[in-house]
Every structure is written in structure tokens, then in C-alpha cells.
């Protein structure tokens, strides 16, 4: 079936810092790519996606490609800052069969120390 | 403003008891899915709904329990069966496209 992969966390880093998150996933669809972040307590806020081969998903500093010939989705930024500490998950949307299911990677937590 | 209200934040459950998860939304959207979140691991699909009065079960649906009477309301009932029902629970929602919303969840633990 469908999976997500992301690099095991913490991740911790120095404010400034350059910043990537692996993420590989299988799937026998043609999936939509997310990353969603999740603060301490908090629910899960969509931070970007990407729904075919090659499109790049950008939000607030953060980027994404969906390689399909890799078939990965990692996440990066140029400059972390400590605000962007928080829990980060991979996730694709497989709607083939008509119904939207999503599957979600284990997630990585990120540490920004300034 | 629109969005997804759980409650309550923290539920704590007896053995032997059944408890009562709430998720209402005021987003009009037709599909709702409840989340289960444990420490190191990602989110386990529980039980989904994509209109009134259907749903189907999820990847965990055992000791689980869900209603959906109401566009905007899909309660959880974790039930006795659960055996393990320590964790965060997330509700999420959806309208045409594939953008999740969650809300912010609740933490049940087990006295």
C-alpha cells in the first residue's frame, strides 16, 4: 500500500541555519504531496503542497519539489528561525479511487536555538 | 471565524468507562476524519465521514465508536474495548479540494 518516509528527528539547529527534511513515499496513484506543521499542543496546519511531477510548493520561506523520478518531496529553508520550531509532517492524498485518503509520515521535530 | 472546536482539551477516563470526544465545525464542509496521534509515531486514521449520516472505518476503527447526524458535528466515543486509549486525538475536515483543517485537538489519558 501507500507509505511516507521522513528522516527520523529531533533535528536541531542554529538559528540562521539551512535547513532540510527528508521525505520519500510509495504509492500506486497519482499522489498529492503535503507538509504540514504542528506547534506544541496544536493541531496540524497545512504549511504546503504540491499535487504533480515537478511543481514546487512555497510557503513562508519553506520549499518543496514533487520528484516523482525519486519519488521524494523533501522540505527545506534557507534561514530557520527560532519560530519555526515545531514538528513537521510529510503527507500524500491519494484520490484515485475517488475518495480522498491520506497518509501521513511519523514526523520530524525541528529545534531552532538562537 | 470559521473553523474546527474539539473539546474538551484533556479527558481523562476511568476503566471501564466510555468517553465522548467532541469535534464541531462551522466550515460547511461535507467530509470529517478522526485522528489518532501517539508520541514518535504519525496519524492513524480512526473513522472518516464524507457525508451526513455515513461513514466508513478507518485503519484502528476497534473500541472505536462515531455519529454523524449533523453536517457540522462528528462526535468520537472511545469505548471500553479501547484498551490503549492514551493519545491525542485530532478531528479534521475538508471541503472539495484536499486540504485538510484540523483542530487542535484532545489529550484523553487513562486514570
Known amino acids: 500500500g501507500d507509505s511516507v518516509t521522513q528522516m527520523e528527528g529531533p533535528v536541531t539547529l542554529s538559528e540562521e541555519a539551512f535547513l532540510t527534511i527528508n521525505c520519500t513515499y510509495t504509492?500506486?496513484?497519482?499522489?498529492?504531496l503535503f507538509w504540514y506543521v504542528q506547534y506544541p499542543g496544536e493541531g496540524l496546519q497545512l504549511l504546503l503542497k504540491a499535487t504533480k511531477a515537478d511543481d514546487k510548493g512555497s510557503n513562508k520561506g519553506f520549499e518543496a519539489t514533487y520528484r516523482k523520478e525519486t519519488t521524494s518531496f523533501h522540505l527545506e529553508k534557507g534561514s530557520v528561525q527560532v519560530s519555526d520550531s515545531a514538528v513537521y509532517f510529510c503527507?500524500?492524498?491519494?484520490?484515485?479511487?475517488?475518495?480522498?485518503?491520506?497518509?501521513f509520515g511519523t514526523g520530524t521535530r525541528l529545534k531552532v536555538l538562537a | 471565524d470559521g473553523g474546527i472546536t474539539q473539546s474538551p482539551k484533556y479527558l481523562f477516563r476511568k476503566e471501564g468507562q466510555n468517553v465522548t470526544l467532541s469535534c464541531e465545525q462551522n466550515l460547511n464542509h461535507d467530509a470529517m476524519y478522526w485522528y489518532r496521534q501517539d508520541p514518535g509515531q504519525g496519524l492513524r486514521l480512526i473513522y472518516y465521514?464524507?457525508?451526513?449520516?455515513?461513514?466508513q472505518k478507518g485503519d484502528i476503527a476497534e473500541g472505536y465508536s462515531v455519529s454523524r447526524e449533523k453536517k457540522e458535528s462528528f462526535p468520537l466515543t472511545v469505548t471500553s474495548a479501547q484498551k490503549n486509549p492514551t493519545a491525542f486525538y485530532l478531528c479534521a475536515s475538508r471541503l472539495t479540494g484536499e486540504k485538510l483543517f484540523f483542530g487542535s485537538g484532545t489529550q484523553l489519558s487513562v486514570l
Open positions: 465521514s464524507q457525508i451526513v449520516n455515513d461513514f
Open positions: 503527507a500524500l492524498s491519494d484520490r484515485t479511487s475517488g475518495t480522498y485518503k491520506y497518509i
Open positions: 504509492a500506486t496513484g497519482y499522489p498529492s
